[in-house]
């Protein structure tokens, strides 16, 4: 393959990981914008739990649902198949969930992969379609107060702890513009 021909690839690839984590930071923000950036709006999904079009996937992740208050998915390694203006993507993926089951709050985990069907429209990269792998699942119990910090040292300001709404990374980056 010619110089140019990997160069491309290679953006090509990096254009497609962006997407994923523009996604997955829309995610835990729980942000439309990011989240629509990173899907064309005639996809599909199917999470095995929850599937549709693009309109039902935003409606579930946004506002989300009230007993999840923190999420936050750790993207893997992304194997990636270029064909043109469209490409397959295998992504690793662990999310963590707090989650309110009714008895108080727990930190559960997912590992698994997102297959994704990329598209590029217009020199652009988004997810056609995404099926989702289920891997593992591990509850890890009560979740700590975070009015008590972290291992017994208290936070210096309420800006700390991470959250799906209100999260200082928004303000983090809004500074910047």
Request: aromatic content about 14%; some cysteine.
């Amino acid at each position: 393959m010619a110089m140019d021909g990997a160069m491309a690839d290679f953006v090509d690839r990096e254009a497609i990981r962006h997407c994923l984590a523009r996604l997955a930071r829309g995610e835990d923000r729980r942000d439309a914008g990011l989240i629509r950036a990173a899907w064309w709006p005639d996809a599909t999904f199917d999470y095995g739990v929850y599937s549709g079009d693009f309109a039902a996937y935003l409606d579930w992740v946004v506002p989300g649902a009230e007993a999840i208050s923190n999420t936050q998915h750790v993207l893997g390694q992304s194997y990636i198949e270029l064909a043109g203006d469209s490409a397959k993507a295998e992504t690793h993926v662990i999310s963590y969930h707090r989650v309110d089951m009714g008895a108080g709050d727990r930190d559960t985990c997912i590992g698994g992969r997102y297959l994704d069907t990329m598209a590029r429209r217009d020199g652009e990269w988004r997810i056609a379609d995404r099926v989702m792998l289920y891997d593992w699942y591990q509850d890890w119990g009560a979740a700590i107060d975070w009015a008590e910090g972290v291992m017994g040292y208290p936070f210096t300001a309420g800006h700390f702890p991470g959250r799906a709404r209100g999260d200082f990374s928004a303000t983090f980056f809004a500074a910047g513009q």
